[in-house]
Protein backbone atom coordinates (compact mmCIF):
# COMPACT_ATOMS: atom_id res chain seq x y z
CA UNK A 1 0.00 0.00 0.00
CA UNK A 2 1.90 3.47 -1.43
CA UNK A 3 1.86 5.91 1.56
CA UNK A 4 3.11 9.62 0.52
CA UNK A 5 4.04 11.76 3.60
CA UNK A 6 3.05 15.51 2.68
CA UNK A 7 5.12 17.72 4.15
CA UNK A 8 5.35 21.82 3.78
CA UNK A 9 2.04 22.21 5.54
CA UNK A 10 1.45 24.88 8.65
CA UNK A 11 -2.13 24.75 9.32
CA UNK A 12 -5.53 24.51 7.72
CA UNK A 13 -6.38 27.53 9.71
CA UNK A 14 -5.15 29.11 6.44
CA UNK A 15 -8.03 28.25 3.95
CA UNK A 16 -5.04 28.56 1.40
CA UNK A 17 -3.01 25.98 3.03
CA UNK A 18 -6.15 23.69 2.98
CA UNK A 19 -7.45 24.25 -1.04
CA UNK A 20 -3.29 23.09 -1.55
CA UNK A 21 -4.13 19.90 0.42
CA UNK A 22 -6.87 18.77 -0.18
CA UNK A 23 -6.22 19.10 -4.08
CA UNK A 24 -3.49 17.14 -3.78
CA UNK A 25 -4.69 14.46 -1.43
CA UNK A 26 -7.92 14.12 -3.13
CA UNK A 27 -5.95 13.61 -5.93
CA UNK A 28 -3.55 11.49 -5.51
CA UNK A 29 -5.85 8.56 -3.24
CA UNK A 30 -8.27 8.21 -6.39
CA UNK A 31 -5.32 5.76 -6.73
CA UNK A 32 -6.45 2.53 -4.93
CA UNK A 33 -4.87 1.77 -1.69
CA UNK A 34 -2.85 4.99 -1.59
CA UNK A 35 -2.92 6.70 1.58
CA UNK A 36 -1.46 10.39 2.10
CA UNK A 37 -0.36 11.19 5.80
CA UNK A 38 -0.25 15.25 6.57
CA UNK A 39 2.26 16.78 8.51
CA UNK A 40 0.47 19.61 9.98
CA UNK A 41 1.10 21.61 13.40
CA UNK A 42 -2.66 21.79 13.62
CA UNK A 43 -2.96 17.84 13.43
CA UNK A 44 -6.90 17.41 15.27
CA UNK A 45 -7.76 20.85 13.52
CA UNK A 46 -6.62 19.87 10.05
CA UNK A 47 -8.11 16.19 10.13
CA UNK A 48 -11.79 18.11 10.57
CA UNK A 49 -10.84 20.17 7.91
CA UNK A 50 -9.96 17.58 5.29
CA UNK A 51 -12.05 15.25 6.04
CA UNK A 52 -13.46 13.26 2.62
CA UNK A 53 -10.12 14.46 1.31
CA UNK A 54 -8.42 10.52 2.17
CA UNK A 55 -5.73 12.97 4.69
CA UNK A 56 -4.71 11.78 7.60
CA UNK A 57 -2.88 14.11 9.58
CA UNK A 58 -0.22 13.95 12.35
CA UNK A 59 1.95 16.97 13.90
CA UNK A 60 4.69 17.54 12.04
CA UNK A 61 8.10 16.29 13.78
CA UNK A 62 11.01 18.17 11.86
CA UNK A 63 9.36 21.66 12.27
CA UNK A 64 7.39 22.48 15.64
CA UNK A 65 5.84 25.88 15.88
CA UNK A 66 5.78 27.49 19.31
CA UNK A 67 2.97 29.46 17.93
CA UNK A 68 0.78 26.62 17.40
CA UNK A 69 2.21 24.88 20.73
CA UNK A 70 -0.70 24.19 22.49
CA UNK A 71 -2.89 22.86 19.21
CA UNK A 72 -0.01 19.23 19.42
CA UNK A 73 0.20 16.66 21.02
CA UNK A 74 2.78 16.73 24.20
CA UNK A 75 5.53 14.40 23.37
CA UNK A 76 9.60 14.16 24.85
CA UNK A 77 12.18 14.95 22.63
CA UNK A 78 13.11 11.08 21.75
CA UNK A 79 9.56 10.18 21.45
CA UNK A 80 9.08 12.78 18.46
CA UNK A 81 12.27 11.74 16.98
CA UNK A 82 11.09 8.50 16.63
CA UNK A 83 7.96 9.06 15.29
CA UNK A 84 9.88 11.24 12.82
CA UNK A 85 12.16 8.27 12.46
CA UNK A 86 9.29 6.05 11.66
CA UNK A 87 6.89 8.54 9.54
CA UNK A 88 10.23 8.62 6.92
CA UNK A 89 10.43 5.22 7.16
CA UNK A 90 7.21 3.86 5.91
CA UNK A 91 7.01 6.45 3.74
CA UNK A 92 7.01 5.51 -0.58
CA UNK A 93 7.36 9.25 -1.30
CA UNK A 94 7.72 12.69 0.53
CA UNK A 95 6.26 15.49 -1.13
CA UNK A 96 6.58 18.89 -0.29
CA UNK A 97 3.86 21.38 -0.97
CA UNK A 98 3.70 25.37 0.80
CA UNK A 99 3.59 27.31 -1.88
CA UNK A 100 6.11 29.87 -0.72
CA UNK A 101 7.49 28.51 2.33
CA UNK A 102 11.09 29.14 0.87
CA UNK A 103 11.70 32.78 0.77
CA UNK A 104 13.13 34.96 3.10
CA UNK A 105 9.62 36.57 4.15
CA UNK A 106 9.22 33.67 6.92
CA UNK A 107 12.35 32.37 7.99
CA UNK A 108 11.24 28.80 8.33
CA UNK A 109 12.42 27.81 4.93
CA UNK A 110 15.64 25.37 6.26
CA UNK A 111 13.29 23.88 8.49
CA UNK A 112 11.37 22.57 6.40
CA UNK A 113 13.98 20.80 4.28
CA UNK A 114 14.92 18.33 6.72
CA UNK A 115 12.13 15.62 6.19
CA UNK A 116 13.62 15.84 2.63
CA UNK A 117 16.69 15.22 3.34
CA UNK A 118 16.09 12.22 5.66
CA UNK A 119 14.16 10.88 3.19
CA UNK A 120 17.01 11.33 0.20
CA UNK A 121 19.70 9.83 3.17
CA UNK A 122 16.92 6.89 3.50
CA UNK A 123 16.47 5.92 -0.59
CA UNK A 124 12.70 7.22 -0.04
CA UNK A 125 11.53 9.56 -3.28
CA UNK A 126 11.60 12.74 -3.15
CA UNK A 127 9.46 15.92 -4.39
CA UNK A 128 8.43 19.73 -4.49
CA UNK A 129 5.44 20.32 -6.45
CA UNK A 130 4.20 23.99 -7.02
CA UNK A 131 6.81 26.19 -5.51
CA UNK A 132 7.25 29.52 -5.60
CA UNK A 133 10.76 30.27 -4.38
CA UNK A 134 13.25 32.91 -3.11
CA UNK A 135 14.26 35.46 -3.34
CA UNK A 136 16.80 34.58 -0.61
CA UNK A 137 18.63 37.55 1.44
CA UNK A 138 20.25 34.92 3.69
CA UNK A 139 23.13 32.79 1.99
CA UNK A 140 22.85 30.06 4.51
CA UNK A 141 19.10 29.54 3.38
CA UNK A 142 20.34 29.89 -0.50
CA UNK A 143 22.55 26.91 0.25
CA UNK A 144 20.67 24.81 2.12
CA UNK A 145 17.66 24.95 -0.50
CA UNK A 146 20.14 24.51 -3.07
CA UNK A 147 21.49 21.70 -1.99
CA UNK A 148 18.45 20.10 -1.51
CA UNK A 149 16.54 20.80 -4.66
CA UNK A 150 19.74 19.52 -6.27
CA UNK A 151 18.65 16.11 -4.87
CA UNK A 152 14.84 15.85 -5.53
CA UNK A 153 13.35 13.57 -7.68
CA UNK A 154 10.85 15.53 -8.76
CA UNK A 155 11.00 19.64 -8.70
CA UNK A 156 8.16 21.55 -10.21
CA UNK A 157 7.15 25.56 -9.90
CA UNK A 158 4.02 27.72 -10.34
CA UNK A 159 5.09 30.45 -12.02
CA UNK A 160 7.83 31.57 -14.20
CA UNK A 161 9.32 33.63 -12.11
CA UNK A 162 10.67 31.06 -9.71
CA UNK A 163 11.86 29.15 -12.72
CA UNK A 164 13.76 31.97 -13.86
CA UNK A 165 15.07 32.46 -10.32
CA UNK A 166 15.82 28.53 -10.15
CA UNK A 167 17.78 28.22 -13.07
CA UNK A 168 19.31 31.53 -13.17
CA UNK A 169 20.36 32.85 -9.80
CA UNK A 170 20.48 29.37 -8.35
CA UNK A 171 21.77 27.36 -11.22
CA UNK A 172 19.51 24.41 -10.79
CA UNK A 173 19.68 22.49 -14.47
CA UNK A 174 16.74 23.97 -16.67
CA UNK A 175 15.97 19.97 -17.07
CA UNK A 176 15.61 19.49 -13.52
CA UNK A 177 12.62 22.25 -13.05
CA UNK A 178 9.09 21.85 -14.62
CA UNK A 179 7.10 24.84 -14.45
CA UNK A 180 3.65 23.79 -13.88
CA UNK A 181 0.59 25.50 -11.94
CA UNK A 182 -0.21 25.62 -8.13
CA UNK A 183 -2.48 22.96 -7.30
CA UNK A 184 -5.37 24.64 -5.87
CA UNK A 185 -6.05 25.24 -9.27
CA UNK A 186 -7.27 21.63 -8.95
CA UNK A 187 -9.69 22.63 -5.86
CA UNK A 188 -13.16 21.40 -6.49
CA UNK A 189 -15.83 24.14 -5.37
CA UNK A 190 -18.61 23.82 -3.42
CA UNK A 191 -21.80 23.20 -4.98
CA UNK A 192 -24.19 26.42 -5.86
CA UNK A 193 -26.73 25.04 -3.38
CA UNK A 194 -24.33 25.59 -0.49
CA UNK A 195 -22.98 29.06 -2.49
CA UNK A 196 -26.46 30.39 -1.90
CA UNK A 197 -26.98 29.56 1.66
CA UNK A 198 -23.86 30.77 2.60
CA UNK A 199 -24.49 34.24 0.76
CA UNK A 200 -28.14 34.53 2.30
CA UNK A 201 -26.45 33.70 5.66
CA UNK A 202 -24.69 36.18 4.87
CA UNK A 203 -27.23 38.74 4.17
CA UNK A 204 -27.30 38.82 0.79
CA UNK A 205 -30.21 38.22 -2.22
CA UNK A 206 -29.28 35.18 -4.58
CA UNK A 207 -29.93 37.41 -7.45
CA UNK A 208 -27.60 40.38 -6.72
CA UNK A 209 -24.33 40.61 -8.23
CA UNK A 210 -21.35 41.37 -6.21
CA UNK A 211 -17.76 41.95 -5.48
CA UNK A 212 -15.28 40.06 -3.10
CA UNK A 213 -12.51 41.43 -1.01
CA UNK A 214 -10.46 38.86 0.84
CA UNK A 215 -8.11 40.87 3.09
CA UNK A 216 -5.00 39.47 4.96
CA UNK A 217 -4.29 40.78 8.46
CA UNK A 218 -0.79 39.20 8.40
CA UNK A 219 0.19 41.14 5.24
CA UNK A 220 1.49 43.88 7.46
CA UNK A 221 4.00 41.84 8.73
CA UNK A 222 6.06 41.53 6.08
CA UNK A 223 5.37 45.11 4.36
CA UNK A 224 6.45 47.96 5.43
CA UNK A 225 2.93 49.43 6.17
CA UNK A 226 0.77 49.78 9.36
CA UNK A 227 -2.41 48.68 10.31
CA UNK A 228 -3.76 51.74 10.40
CA UNK A 229 -2.84 52.76 7.18
CA UNK A 230 -3.90 49.49 5.81
CA UNK A 231 -7.00 49.58 7.56
CA UNK A 232 -7.35 53.51 5.63
CA UNK A 233 -6.24 52.28 2.56
CA UNK A 234 -8.87 48.86 2.46
CA UNK A 235 -11.34 51.14 3.65
CA UNK A 236 -11.49 53.47 0.76
CA UNK A 237 -11.21 50.30 -1.92
CA UNK A 238 -14.37 49.11 -0.25
CA UNK A 239 -15.98 52.49 -0.51
CA UNK A 240 -14.84 52.87 -4.14
CA UNK A 241 -15.97 49.80 -5.47
CA UNK A 242 -19.74 50.60 -4.13
CA UNK A 243 -19.60 54.24 -5.67
CA UNK A 244 -18.04 52.89 -9.20
CA UNK A 245 -19.34 49.37 -9.77
CA UNK A 246 -22.39 49.57 -7.08
CA UNK A 247 -22.83 45.58 -5.99
CA UNK A 248 -22.57 45.12 -2.78
CA UNK A 249 -19.27 43.97 -0.88
CA UNK A 250 -18.79 40.14 0.22
CA UNK A 251 -15.73 40.25 2.72
CA UNK A 252 -14.47 37.22 2.81
CA UNK A 253 -11.40 36.30 5.29
CA UNK A 254 -9.34 33.38 3.68
CA UNK A 255 -7.61 32.78 7.11
CA UNK A 256 -9.29 32.14 9.95
CA UNK A 257 -6.12 31.76 12.50
CA UNK A 258 -5.82 31.27 15.95
CA UNK A 259 -3.45 33.68 16.25
CA UNK A 260 -4.77 36.90 16.55
CA UNK A 261 -2.25 38.97 14.59
CA UNK A 262 -3.09 36.37 10.98
CA UNK A 263 -6.93 36.29 11.72
CA UNK A 264 -8.34 38.12 8.67
CA UNK A 265 -11.81 37.63 10.45
CA UNK A 266 -11.14 40.68 12.88
CA UNK A 267 -9.48 43.21 10.00
CA UNK A 268 -12.77 42.10 7.66
CA UNK A 269 -15.31 43.16 10.85
CA UNK A 270 -12.95 46.53 11.05
CA UNK A 271 -14.04 46.96 7.64
CA UNK A 272 -17.06 46.20 7.76
CA UNK A 273 -17.71 48.19 10.96
CA UNK A 274 -16.47 51.69 9.23
CA UNK A 275 -18.94 51.57 6.04
CA UNK A 276 -22.13 52.51 7.64
CA UNK A 277 -23.49 53.47 3.66
CA UNK A 278 -22.29 50.63 2.00
CA UNK A 279 -24.18 46.93 1.56
CA UNK A 280 -21.28 44.82 3.24
CA UNK A 281 -21.58 40.68 3.78
CA UNK A 282 -19.28 39.34 5.91
CA UNK A 283 -18.76 35.37 5.31
CA UNK A 284 -17.12 34.63 8.33
CA UNK A 285 -18.74 31.19 9.83
CA UNK A 286 -17.06 28.30 11.40
CA UNK A 287 -16.49 25.78 9.28
CA UNK A 288 -16.20 27.46 6.42
CA UNK A 289 -13.93 25.81 4.00
CA UNK A 290 -11.92 26.50 1.28
CA UNK A 291 -14.60 24.90 -1.19
CA UNK A 292 -16.93 26.93 0.09
CA UNK A 293 -15.10 29.94 -0.14
CA UNK A 294 -13.93 28.78 -3.62
CA UNK A 295 -17.81 28.60 -4.78
CA UNK A 296 -18.78 31.96 -3.57
CA UNK A 297 -15.12 33.61 -5.20
CA UNK A 298 -16.28 32.00 -8.26
CA UNK A 299 -20.20 33.77 -8.80
CA UNK A 300 -18.07 37.48 -7.82
CA UNK A 301 -18.22 39.99 -10.71
CA UNK A 302 -14.73 40.10 -9.47
CA UNK A 303 -12.65 39.92 -6.63
CA UNK A 304 -9.83 41.65 -4.97
CA UNK A 305 -7.48 39.89 -3.15
CA UNK A 306 -4.67 40.23 -0.29
CA UNK A 307 -4.46 36.16 0.03
CA UNK A 308 -2.84 34.42 -3.07
CA UNK A 309 -4.83 31.40 -2.96
CA UNK A 310 -8.31 33.80 -2.60
CA UNK A 311 -6.96 34.92 -6.40
CA UNK A 312 -6.37 31.40 -7.19
CA UNK A 313 -9.94 30.67 -6.15
CA UNK A 314 -11.25 32.99 -8.39
CA UNK A 315 -8.59 32.74 -11.40
CA UNK A 316 -9.20 28.92 -11.48
CA UNK A 317 -12.91 29.67 -11.69
CA UNK A 318 -12.36 32.09 -14.49
CA UNK A 319 -13.28 34.83 -12.36
CA UNK A 320 -11.48 38.22 -13.02
CA UNK A 321 -8.95 38.74 -9.79
CA UNK A 322 -7.07 41.45 -8.61
CA UNK A 323 -3.58 40.60 -6.05
CA UNK A 324 -2.71 43.13 -3.48
CA UNK A 325 0.41 41.45 -2.75
CA UNK A 326 3.96 41.22 -0.45
CA UNK A 327 5.96 39.53 -2.39
CA UNK A 328 7.18 38.34 -6.03
CA UNK A 329 4.88 35.11 -5.74
CA UNK A 330 1.28 37.42 -6.54
CA UNK A 331 3.11 39.07 -9.71
CA UNK A 332 4.31 35.53 -10.96
CA UNK A 333 1.20 33.54 -10.58
CA UNK A 334 -1.47 36.40 -11.75
CA UNK A 335 1.23 37.14 -14.77
CA UNK A 336 1.16 33.45 -16.03
CA UNK A 337 -2.25 33.24 -15.39
CA UNK A 338 -3.83 36.37 -16.99
CA UNK A 339 -0.53 35.86 -20.17
CA UNK A 340 1.38 38.97 -21.70
CA UNK A 341 -2.15 40.33 -23.37
CA UNK A 342 -3.15 41.67 -19.91
CA UNK A 343 -0.76 44.49 -18.28
CA UNK A 344 0.76 43.27 -15.17
CA UNK A 345 0.10 46.23 -13.46
CA UNK A 346 -3.49 45.97 -14.08
CA UNK A 347 -4.18 42.56 -12.09
CA UNK A 348 -1.52 42.40 -9.39
CA UNK A 349 -0.37 45.71 -7.50
CA UNK A 350 2.62 45.98 -4.41
CA UNK A 351 0.32 46.35 -1.33
CA UNK A 352 2.82 49.16 0.28
CA UNK A 353 2.26 51.02 -2.89
CA UNK A 354 -1.75 50.30 -3.25
CA UNK A 355 -1.37 51.80 0.79
CA UNK A 356 0.50 54.63 -0.65
CA UNK A 357 -1.29 56.03 -3.55
CA UNK A 358 -4.54 57.24 -3.11
CA UNK A 359 -5.71 56.90 -6.43
CA UNK A 360 -5.28 53.30 -6.70
CA UNK A 361 -8.24 51.81 -5.43
CA UNK A 362 -10.01 54.65 -8.09
CA UNK A 363 -7.78 52.80 -10.96
CA UNK A 364 -8.83 49.19 -9.49
CA UNK A 365 -12.63 49.95 -9.49
CA UNK A 366 -12.80 50.78 -12.83
CA UNK A 367 -10.90 47.72 -14.36
CA UNK A 368 -12.49 46.38 -17.27
CA UNK A 369 -13.50 42.57 -15.83
CA UNK A 370 -15.01 41.37 -19.56
CA UNK A 371 -11.68 42.01 -20.96
CA UNK A 372 -9.91 39.49 -17.97
CA UNK A 373 -12.46 37.02 -17.86
CA UNK A 374 -11.98 36.71 -21.51
CA UNK A 375 -8.76 36.15 -21.05
CA UNK A 376 -8.90 33.84 -18.41
CA UNK A 377 -11.42 32.08 -20.67
CA UNK A 378 -8.95 31.68 -23.26
CA UNK A 379 -5.97 30.88 -20.76
CA UNK A 380 -7.60 28.59 -17.98
CA UNK A 381 -7.42 25.05 -19.95
CA UNK A 382 -3.61 25.45 -20.17
CA UNK A 383 -2.92 26.30 -15.96
CA UNK A 384 -5.26 23.32 -14.99
CA UNK A 385 -3.71 20.86 -17.44
CA UNK A 386 -0.41 22.08 -15.90
CA UNK A 387 -1.82 21.52 -12.35
CA UNK A 388 -3.16 18.11 -13.56
CA UNK A 389 0.15 17.42 -15.10
CA UNK A 390 1.99 17.27 -11.69
CA UNK A 391 -0.34 14.82 -10.49
CA UNK A 392 0.49 12.13 -13.46
CA UNK A 393 4.00 13.29 -12.43
CA UNK A 394 3.87 12.18 -8.46
CA UNK A 395 2.05 8.90 -9.38
CA UNK A 396 5.01 8.03 -12.03
CA UNK A 397 7.72 8.57 -9.49
CA UNK A 398 5.42 6.74 -6.92
CA UNK A 399 5.07 3.86 -9.20
CA UNK A 400 8.76 3.96 -10.17
Not at 118 to 147: I, K, N, Y
Amino acid sequence: MPNILITGVTSCESRGVEALVRSLATALTTTAHTTVTVLTQTPDLDAETLAGSGADCTADPFVVSRSWATMRPVETEQHRRERAARLVKNADLVLATGGDLHTCDYGVSTSYLAVLDRAHRLGVPTAMVGQSVGPFTDPAEQAAFTATAGRLDLLTVRESTTLAYLVGELALPADQVVLSADPAFLLQPSGPDRAAQLLADAGLDAAQEYVCLAPSRGVTRYSPITDTRHLDALTRLADTLWRVRRRPLVLLPHCHDSREHNDDRLLARQIAARLPGVPVHLLDADGTGAADYKAVLGGAELVISERLHASIGALSSGTPAIALGHSPKFGGVLADTYGPHVPAGDVHRDVAAFTADPTAAERIAHLDTDKLRNRLATRLPNTVARATADIARVRALLNS
